[in-house]
């Protein structure tokens, strides 16, 4: 962590570089909704580093067999049930209505998320890309149509999308799982628009996430990094916050716009 001096400037130097910027992206992982009580994958009280890392067989099982894979699913592995009740507990925290804040102040064009925790939307971002997916839709194999996971039906197994008859899976990527199509195009699309980017509570360590901010960087982008801990891109930005998200982004609104951060 810094010391409070070099904390301010660094809040400050992010704010002018925000302020200068037309086209900022935002790579958002775990960490912004560690304050919400999600807990993160990696490090001290990580589910992996608790649980071990998931195998790399779920998407293979899913494609030998998608209703076996569902009747796993629906019966709730109970390994994971804490987590999952962090999220569906969970609410947005000053981080993430910073960020809707920023969009909403036109600075922040886009948001790369690797949470499925859906608390983007929550808190009014609008402009988002879910690259590992959205805990609470479905999306078809096939065509790749995506619907909320509640108004499906499972009385029969594997249930099937309405558009082309395809197999529905939950929409969160699984190891092994390709990255749906459409959100990684979003994904290249944003990397090469953007003027700066923000790289927001992500150890940096999964790709192709990790690799945004690094080609952005390599035309001249300048990267923020807002993390309490050092992390492969660190040497990359040339603004470092070592804060929580939920102390730095509503200090970086209030920079921009006084008596806006404070909400
Ligand atoms: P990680 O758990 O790997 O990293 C979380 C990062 O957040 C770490 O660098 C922490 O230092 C930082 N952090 C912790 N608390 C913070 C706070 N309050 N504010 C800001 N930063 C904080 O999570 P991700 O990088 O998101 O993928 O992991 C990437 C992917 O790995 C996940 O999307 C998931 C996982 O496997 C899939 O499941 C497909």
Not at 93 to 114: F, K, P, S, V, Y
Not at 172 to 196: K, S
Not at 199 to 209: K, M, N, R
Request: net charge negative; hydrophobic share 40%.
């Amino acid at each position: 962590m810094h010391e409070p001096d070099e904390l301010s400037n660094a809040i400050e130097a992010a704010a002018a570089a925000i302020a200068r910027s037309g086209h900022a992206v935002a790579l958002v992982g775990a960490g912004l909704s560690a304050e919400s009580g999600i807990p993160t994958f990696r490090g001290g009280e990580g589910i992996w580093t608790k649980l071990g890392e998931p195998t790399f067989d779920g998407w293979e099982l899913f494609n030998q067999d998608p209703a076996a894979w569902w009747q796993e699913a629906i019966s709730f592995k109970q390994e994971f049930a804490e987590f999952n009740r962090a999220i569906d507990d969970a609410t947005p925290n000053a981080g993430h209505r910073a960020m809707a804040d920023l969009e909403a102040m036109g600075r922040l064009a886009h948001i790369i998320t690797q949470n499925i925790d859906n608390l983007h939307q929550r808190a009014g971002s609008r402009h988002i890309t879910e690259i590992h997916g959205n805990r609470y839709l479905v999306r078809c194999m096939s065509c790749g149509a995506r619907d909320r996971l509640e108004s499906v039906r499972l009385d029969r197994l594997p249930p099937l999308c309405p558009e082309c008859g395809g197999f529905l899976k939950n929409d969160t990527v699984m190891f092994g799982e390709p990255i749906p199509e459409d959100a990684l195009r979003e994904c290249y699309r944003q990397t090469a628009l953007c003027d700066l980017f923000l790289v927001v509570g992500t150890s940096a360590v999964v790709y192709p996430a990790a690799e945004f901010p690094v080609i952005a960087c390599r035309r001249g982008v300048p990267l923020i990094e807002i993390n309490p801990e050092e992390t492969p891109l660190s040497g990359l930005a040339s603004v470092v916050i070592r804060a929580t998200a939920g102390q730095s982004l509503p200090a970086i609104v209030e920079r921009l716009v006084p008596g806006r951060g404070r909400r």
